[in-house]
């Protein structure tokens, strides 16, 4: 970096000292100017275009051209600055004018207005898409060029392997990421080290960085679930991460559709280079004999196809190749046979030859012939020494040249030289070429080992694929590897795919190769693993029957931990269909089994499942249980155990009322789920915490979270289900018009569960609609379905609260509850309105308690009324107002009720997690990168005053800082709402 020393002309003109001899002669340089308007603050960041450096003769001689200052980022917005704001100016580095890029100044600007707010410690994701052969890497190289000197630059990408290579890029990435990297990815540590460890090569680095990802739409699951990692995080890290793409070969479907979707929008910018136009080809073209229109009208403005059309040119005639492919052809033809003919063997070989695999590949002449082909720029050959062709349309147009039986001869080829590599070579990489041989032993062989390792690295897709790989040539394995087959493949599609009827069909598969040879502890395994499979796609018959078998099958054998995790399945689906007493016994079973074996996972599994049916009986002990299968799954990085813990242990506190026990499990465990990127529980959870915010009368609250969550897209039936009867029941009681269609949706989703957890709440939901629409049939038959079921498959505050509703339609619980009926309900039954209207107050649930004063009789019935009016009305809850107003006026009474307000909800009155109006302002300020110095200033607050507001607010989001502060609102957008 040069030195150089900038004062104020005038306003908006800035001249320039260069204090150090640059050497490069007729070079262009760019220069960043830092606005400082107070200390150690940026004001704002501006870019000079062009400084001519031959000027700058002898060192520390003056240098006086004068810029006018405009803004990089807001071109059309004018500033004035006061003469006495301070500027610092830096050299970007870029040399500008030294590559020809035609029509892509505007996204190289972007790029370079990107990573100036990198330098300032404001990191962002660049999604750079377009076709194939728009330009992508053209622009990447002239960017990272003038880049060099300011920032560090990593980069790697990924390749068109048939099954890509775990971590392929970040392989590429791992020297520049450091020692730890590169030693984690050898050794195939797991992602929860993993990842943590690349971040923080990313913090902790005397330069900012550039971090390069290419072609992400080849890219492996592990490589996507590292970089919606970073990118998620990225507005905390001093880091520019570009991801390039083909646009077009990314669909709704696509696992990096997902990835972009999960990234925050904030920190987020996509860049999409356009074809070039009529214009643009005849700067290209202007040396060559083509006209500009005849090459428009046959690349259609595709960079790569006019470059190569133009490159085809030998002078001799001005003909246009008729393809891409003759392009190509027209190219090879130019070259020697010898050249032509390693051309045609290499170029089976996807992405990057590395200089191990030329070592192994080449004989002295094809080092030569390697050579040849890097100075006529036909392949390339980049700082590391790893061979390319220059474009993957320019390897797939000479692989179009050869014949199925030439290709599957050169995959053969190079299969056994990579075989005879050991090391040097990979799994990815062998079973790639032995695919492409058809050498099914080989892909037997390799491929489920390359599962294994890919899979270790959460990789599942790619394990998918590499079994998939091996199964196409099932016809000539032997039974246990065909077996083995099967139910590896189903394991790994069961993960990372929809659990569809192949991956039921494989296990099937399993379990009949598997008792063909006598291994019954294969076909228990298999039995339970079916089991799961049709518990998740909502088919509890299946799942029963299944389990129901494997315990038989284990049962017949000696004891094992397998019996013992049977045991525990069927503890859990006890537990899940609130047959509690069965879940404790099976629970406990399997229990004594671990004793004997000493597995800590059943142990935590049994622990969860028999804690949970012992709260959910009123048992305080199960708490206890709970809170240490947490701890043990804490201590062995169990993570979604854990998240198993905090949702069974939240939703306790919430249905039984335990509000400040909710309150801290529900925060805690979705802090711990958003930062162990558990989506699937975190959203369960979320929805959770949304019945929380209902139960408490804070319906406003629960309707923004319930519908963020509904929000978020691809979410299962499951991790749905908790928001979306949250959202119906808030829409029901705040009077908005489409609750009705809400509530239906809730009871068939409910029903499609089979669960009585999810189905009860659904039916006791209707029943209160039907009260407040005076439609007494509807209610009672919802009553009837709820009084039909066996009383000891349900909990005792809903089964309080089916006796209430069975009592206001006057019908009777066929079953005596005795002192198990919470207080509230049981106070109402023995007709002590007033009383129970006080327990529901003490317990925190307003709602309930206007609703019981509601059924009140006799000359009270005035009194109770406006109590009820006073909290309904500050809970906005109109359409029990309305029906409030209804049974006044049938007993002579007039409330007169206020004309409901209309209005935007005022998000700073009540939020979700009780952050104060203030925090809410500072919350702002702190996500978009603002230090406390910079709040304190921005607010006019001394600093004292804004750390105390900081910690509250960490305090209240139970975040570590403000990273974590920083990914909970990433992932609850109506913790910050745009009111405030």
Same mark, same amino acid.
């Given at each position: 970096?040069?030195?150089i020393h900038?004062?104020?002309v005038?306003?908006?003109?800035v001249?320039?000292l260069?204090?150090q001899?640059i050497?490069?002669?007729?070079a262009?340089?760019?220069?960043?100017?830092?606005l400082?308007s107070?200390?150690?603050?940026?004001y704002?960041?501006?870019?000079?275009?062009?400084?001519?450096?031959?000027?700058?003769?002898p060192i520390?001689r003056e240098?006086?051209?004068?810029?006018?200052?405009k803004?990089?980022?807001?071109?059309e917005?004018?500033?004035?600055f006061?003469?006495?704001?301070?500027?610092i100016?830096?050299?970007?580095g870029?040399?500008?004018g030294?590559s020809t890029?035609?029509?892509?100044?505007?996204?190289?600007q972007?790029?370079?207005?990107?990573?100036?707010q990198?330098?300032?410690?404001r990191?962002?994701?660049?999604?750079?898409?377009?076709?194939?052969g728009?330009?992508?890497?053209t622009l990447?190289n002239?960017?990272?060029d003038?880049?060099?000197?300011?920032f560090?630059?990593?980069?790697?990408?990924?390749?068109?392997?048939?099954?890509?290579?775990?971590?392929g890029?970040?392989?590429d990435m791992?020297?520049?990421?450091?020692?730890?990297?590169?030693?984690?990815?050898?050794?195939?540590?797991q992602?929860?080290?993993?990842?943590?460890?690349i971040?923080t090569?990313?913090?902790?680095t005397?330069?900012?960085?550039?971090l390069?990802c290419?072609?992400?739409?080849?890219?492996?699951?592990?490589?996507?679930?590292?970089?919606?990692?970073?990118g998620?995080?990225?507005q905390?890290?001093p880091?520019?991460m570009?991801?390039?793409?083909?646009?077009?070969?990314?669909?709704?479907?696509?696992?990096l559709t997902?990835?972009?979707?999960d990234?925050p929008?904030?920190?987020?910018?996509?860049?999409e280079?356009?074809r070039?136009?009529?214009?643009g080809i005849g700067?290209l073209?202007e040396?060559?004999?083509y006209r500009a229109e005849d090459?428009?009208q046959?690349?259609?403005?595709n960079?790569?196809?006019?470059t190569?059309?133009l490159?085809?040119y030998?002078?001799?005639e001005t003909?246009?190749?008729?393809?891409?492919?003759?392009?190509?052809?027209?190219?090879?033809?130019?070259l020697?046979?010898?050249?032509?003919?390693?051309?045609?063997q290499?170029c089976?070989?996807?992405?990057?030859?590395?200089?191990s695999?030329q070592n192994a590949l080449?004989?002295?002449?094809q080092e030569r012939?390697?050579?040849?082909?890097?100075?006529q720029?036909?392949?390339?050959e980049?700082e590391?020494?790893?061979l390319?062709f220059?474009?993957?349309? +320019? *390897?797939l147009?000479?692989?179009?040249?050869?014949? %199925? #039986? @030439?290709?599957?001869k050169r995959h !053969? /080829?190079i299969?056994?030289v990579?075989m005879?590599?050991?090391?040097a070579?990979?799994?990815?990489q062998?079973?790639?070429h032995a695919a492409?041989?058809?050498?099914?032993?080989s892909?037997?062989?390799y491929?489920?080992k390359a599962a294994k390792m890919?899979?270790?690295?959460?990789?599942h897709?790619e394990a998918?694929s590499?079994y998939?790989a091996?199964?196409?040539f099932?016809?000539?394995?032997s039974?246990?590897?065909?077996a083995?087959?099967?139910e590896?493949?189903?394991?790994?599609?069961?993960?990372?795919l929809?659990?569809?009827?192949s991956?039921?069909? +494989? *296990?099937r598969?399993a379990?009949?190769?598997?008792? %063909? #040879? @006598?291994?019954?502890?294969k076909? !228990? /395994?298999?039995?339970?693993?079916?089991?799961?499979?049709?518990?998740?796609?909502?088919e509890?018959?299946d799942?029963?029957?299944?389990?129901e078998?494997a315990?038989a099958?284990l049962?017949d054998?000696?004891?094992?931990i397998?019996r013992a995790m049977?045991?525990?399945l069927?503890?859990?689906?006890c537990?899940?269909n609130?047959?509690?007493?069965?879940?404790?016994?099976?629970?406990n079973?399997?229990?004594e089994?671990?004793?004997?074996?000493?597995?800590?996972?059943?142990?935590?599994?049994?622990?969860?499942?028999?804690?949970?049916s012992?709260?959910?009986?009123?048992?305080?002990?199960?708490?206890d249980?709970?809170l240490?299968?947490?701890?043990?799954?804490?201590?062995?990085?169990?993570?979604?155990d854990a998240?198993?813990?905090y949702?069974?242990?939240g939703?306790y506190?919430?249905?039984?009322?335990e509000?400040?026990?909710?309150?801290?499990i529900?925060?805690?465990?979705?802090?711990?789920d958003?930062e162990?990127?558990?989506?699937?529980?975190?959203?369960y959870?979320?929805?959770?915490?949304?019945?929380?915010?209902?139960k408490?009368?804070r319906?406003?609250?629960?309707?923004?979270?319930a519908?963020?969550?509904l929000?978020i897209?691809?979410?299962?039936?499951?991790?749905r289900?908790?928001?979306?009867?949250v959202?119906?029941k808030?829409?029901m009681?705040?009077?908005?018009?489409?609750?009705p269609?809400?509530i239906?949706?809730?009871l068939?989703d409910?029903?499609?569960t089979?669960?009585l957890?999810?189905?009860?709440?659904?039916?006791?939901?209707?029943?209160?609609?039907a009260?407040l629409d005076?439609?007494?049939r509807d209610?009672?038959?919802?009553i009837?379905?709820?009084l039909?079921?066996?009383n000891?498959?349900r909990?005792a505050?809903?089964l309080?609260?089916?006796?209430?509703?069975?009592?206001?339609?006057?019908?009777?619980?066929?079953h005596?509850?005795g002192?198990?009926m919470p207080?509230p309900?049981?106070?109402?039954?023995?007709?002590?309105?007033?009383?129970a209207?006080?327990a529901w107050e003490q317990?925190g649930?307003?709602?309930s308690?206007a609703?019981?004063?509601m059924q009140t009789?006799?000359p009270?019935?005035?009194?109770?009324?406006?109590r009820a009016?006073?909290?309904?009305?500050?809970?906005?809850?109109?359409?029990?107002?309305?029906k409030?107003?209804k049974?006044?006026?049938?007993?002579?009474i007039d409330?007169?009720i206020?004309k409901?307000?209309?209005g935007p909800?005022?998000?700073?009155?009540?939020?979700?997690?009780?952050?104060?109006?203030r925090e809410?302002?500072?919350?702002?300020l702190?996500v978009?990168?603002?230090?406390?110095r910079?709040?304190?200033?921005t607010l006019?607050r001394?600093?004292r005053t804004?750390?105390h507001h900081v910690?509250s607010i960490?305090a209240?989001?139970?975040a570590?800082?403000?990273?974590?502060?920083?990914?909970?609102?990433?992932?609850?957008?109506?913790?910050?709402p745009?009111?405030v």
């Amino acid at each position: 970096m040069h030195s150089i020393h900038c004062d104020w002309v005038g306003f908006g003109v800035v001249r320039i000292l260069v204090m150090q001899k640059i050497k490069e002669p007729n070079a262009e340089f760019g220069v960043v100017l830092f606005l400082v308007s107070r200390p150690d603050t940026v004001y704002s960041v501006y870019d000079v275009a062009r400084l001519n450096t031959t000027v700058a003769i002898p060192i520390f001689r003056e240098f006086i051209p004068i810029f006018h200052v405009k803004s990089v980022y807001y071109p059309e917005y004018r500033h004035s600055f006061d003469l006495n704001c301070q500027i610092i100016a830096y050299f970007t580095g870029y040399r500008l004018g030294e590559s020809t890029l035609v029509e892509r100044e505007v996204p190289l600007q972007k790029l370079r207005g990107l990573a100036d707010q990198a330098r300032l410690g404001r990191g962002t994701v660049a999604l750079l898409g377009g076709e194939a052969g728009i330009g992508k890497t053209t622009l990447l190289n002239a960017f990272q060029d003038s880049m060099q000197g300011s920032f560090r630059i990593i980069r790697g990408g990924c390749d068109p392997l048939f099954t890509p290579r775990t971590f392929g890029a970040i392989h590429d990435m791992a020297n520049a990421l450091g020692p730890d990297v590169a030693q984690m990815l050898s050794s195939n540590t797991q992602t929860a080290t993993l990842f943590p460890t690349i971040l923080t090569s990313l913090q902790e680095t005397r330069r900012p960085t550039i971090l390069i990802c290419e072609d992400v739409h080849w890219a492996d699951n592990a490589t996507l679930d590292l970089l919606k990692f970073i990118g998620r995080r990225i507005q905390f890290i001093p880091c520019l991460m570009i991801l390039s793409f083909r646009s077009d070969e990314i669909n709704a479907s696509h696992p990096l559709t997902q990835v972009i979707g999960d990234l925050p929008s904030s920190p987020t910018r996509r860049i999409e280079l356009e074809r070039l136009s009529l214009p643009g080809i005849g700067k290209l073209a202007e040396s060559s004999a083509y006209r500009a229109e005849d090459l428009y009208q046959i690349t259609a403005g595709n960079p790569f196809f006019v470059t190569e059309l133009l490159a085809a040119y030998d002078g001799s005639e001005t003909r246009l190749p008729a393809s891409i492919t003759d392009a190509v052809a027209s190219r090879l033809s130019h070259l020697s046979q010898n050249e032509r003919q390693f051309l045609d063997q290499i170029c089976v070989i996807p992405g990057t030859i590395s200089p191990s695999m030329q070592n192994a590949l080449f004989t002295a002449d094809q080092e030569r012939l390697a050579k040849s082909c890097v100075d006529q720029n036909v392949l390339i050959e980049d700082e590391n020494g790893n061979l390319r062709f220059r474009h993957e349309l +320019a *390897r797939l147009a000479t692989l179009s040249r050869q014949s %199925a #039986q @030439g290709q599957k001869k050169r995959h !053969a /080829e190079i299969m056994q030289v990579l075989m005879k590599m050991e090391d040097a070579a990979t799994l990815d990489q062998i079973v790639h070429h032995a695919a492409g041989a058809l050498d099914g032993k080989s892909v037997l062989k390799y491929a489920p080992k390359a599962a294994k390792m890919a899979a270790a690295s959460g990789a599942h897709r790619e394990a998918v694929s590499h079994y998939a790989a091996a199964l196409k040539f099932i016809d000539i394995a032997s039974p246990e590897t065909a077996a083995q087959l099967y139910e590896d493949w189903a394991y790994e599609a069961g993960l990372s795919l929809h659990i569809d009827d192949s991956v039921l069909e +494989a *296990r099937r598969h399993a379990v009949i190769l598997w008792r %063909a #040879q @006598g291994r019954m502890d294969k076909v !228990a /395994e298999n039995l339970r693993w079916l089991s799961r499979l049709h518990w998740y796609r909502g088919e509890a018959a299946d799942a029963d029957r299944y389990l129901e078998q494997a315990i038989a099958v284990l049962e017949d054998m000696p004891p094992s931990i397998q019996r013992a995790m049977a045991y525990s399945l069927r503890s859990q689906l006890c537990m899940l269909n609130d047959k509690m007493e069965a879940s404790i016994e099976w629970g406990n079973r399997a229990l004594e089994l671990e004793q004997d074996f000493k597995d800590v996972s059943v142990r935590i599994h049994a622990l969860n499942n028999i804690g949970t049916s012992k709260v959910f009986r009123g048992d305080q002990a199960g708490v206890d249980l709970l809170l240490e299968s947490l701890e043990l799954s804490l201590a062995n990085d169990l993570h979604e155990d854990a998240a198993r813990v905090y949702t069974n242990l939240g939703e306790y506190g919430v249905v039984f009322r335990e509000f400040d026990l909710a309150e801290r499990i529900l925060t805690e465990g979705v802090a711990f789920d958003i930062e162990h990127d558990l989506d699937s529980w975190t959203h369960y959870l979320q929805g959770r915490l949304a019945l929380l915010r209902m139960k408490q009368g804070r319906l406003r609250d629960a309707e923004a979270i319930a519908k963020g969550v509904l929000g978020i897209q691809r979410l299962t039936l499951l991790m749905r289900l908790p928001a979306l009867q949250v959202l119906a029941k808030t829409q029901m009681r705040l009077g908005n018009e489409g609750a009705p269609a809400l509530i239906q949706q809730s009871l068939n989703d409910a029903l499609a569960t089979g669960e009585l957890q999810h189905i009860v709440p659904a039916r006791l939901t209707l029943i209160e609609a039907a009260w407040l629409d005076d439609n007494s049939r509807d209610a009672i038959e919802q009553i009837e379905q709820l009084l039909a079921l066996d009383n000891s498959e349900r909990h005792a505050w809903d089964l309080g609260e089916v006796a209430i509703w069975s009592h206001r339609f006057q019908r009777n619980m066929r079953h005596d509850l005795g002192d198990g009926m919470p207080r509230p309900y049981k106070l109402e039954l023995a007709g002590d309105i007033f009383a129970a209207a006080d327990a529901w107050e003490q317990l925190g649930s307003p709602y309930s308690s206007a609703v019981a004063l509601m059924q009140t009789l006799g000359p009270q019935q005035e009194q109770a009324f406006k109590r009820a009016l006073k909290i309904l009305s500050k809970l906005e809850a109109k359409a029990a107002i309305k029906k409030l107003d209804k049974i006044a006026k049938s007993a002579g009474i007039d409330l007169k009720i206020p004309k409901s307000r209309r209005g935007p909800y005022k998000a700073s009155r009540n939020h979700p997690l009780g952050l104060t109006a203030r925090e809410q302002e500072i919350l702002r300020l702190m996500v978009s990168g603002s230090t406390n110095r910079e709040i304190s200033e921005t607010l006019s607050r001394s600093q004292r005053t804004v750390e105390h507001h900081v910690s509250s607010i960490l305090a209240k989001l139970n975040a570590k800082n403000r990273m974590a502060a920083m990914l909970r609102i990433q992932d609850e957008p109506w913790l910050l709402p745009k009111e405030v």
